[in-house]
């Protein structure tokens, strides 16, 4: 029976190059001489560090420019409020993967809604959807695209 996996996942790899290009631009832009401002990556998590708040939004601005250009949905990124630490403003940016629980039963109820003869089952962090027909499968993926959800999706493991 033909199946296909919902996912959300980032390229990691992107987001390392996107990190390590808008350090150099920080590093050279004029507005940002002598502030020691500097992005750092560790796993999930990028943390902006700057000398005041004003400057961690033009940093969120130039990070979210690199990433989008090096095809990454900046929709995956969860911002924590900016910490002010004596002369120095920080914020940690979380790059949310997986689909979590809550979204896994809403997607889940969302494709037994629209009535079509597929099953979906939530298996770990991705969302096993399988039917009789191709045609069906492909109409849940536009049904799932067309839905707002608050975190990018992927369809992968396309079987036939």
């Not at 690199?66 to 969860?78: A, Y």
């Not at 079509?116 to 399988?130: N, P, W």
């Amino acid at each position: 029976m033909p199946s296909f996996d919902v996912v959300s996942e980032v390229d990691m790899h992107e987001v390392t190059n996107a990190v390590d290009q808008a350090n150099r631009e920080v590093g050279t832009r004029f507005d940002f001489k002598e502030s020691n401002a500097s992005y750092e990556r560790n796993d999930n998590i990028i943390t902006m560090k700057a000398q005041s708040e004003f400057q961690l939004k033009q940093m969120l601005d130039i990070l979210q420019t690199k990433l989008h250009k090096r095809g990454v949905d900046i929709t995956c990124i969860e911002q924590a409020e900016p910490e002010l630490v004596g002369r120095e403003a920080r914020q940690n940016l979380t790059l949310r993967q997986g689909v979590d629980a809550p979204l896994a039963r809403k997607i889940v109820k969302i494709i037994k809604d629209s009535k079509t003869k597929v099953q979906a089952a939530i298996q770990g962090e991705k969302v096993r959807v399988t039917g009789k027909k191709r045609d069906d499968l492909q109409s849940v993926i536009s049904l799932l695209k067309e839905s707002k959800l608050d975190l990018p999706l992927q369809y992968d493991n396309f079987r036939d």
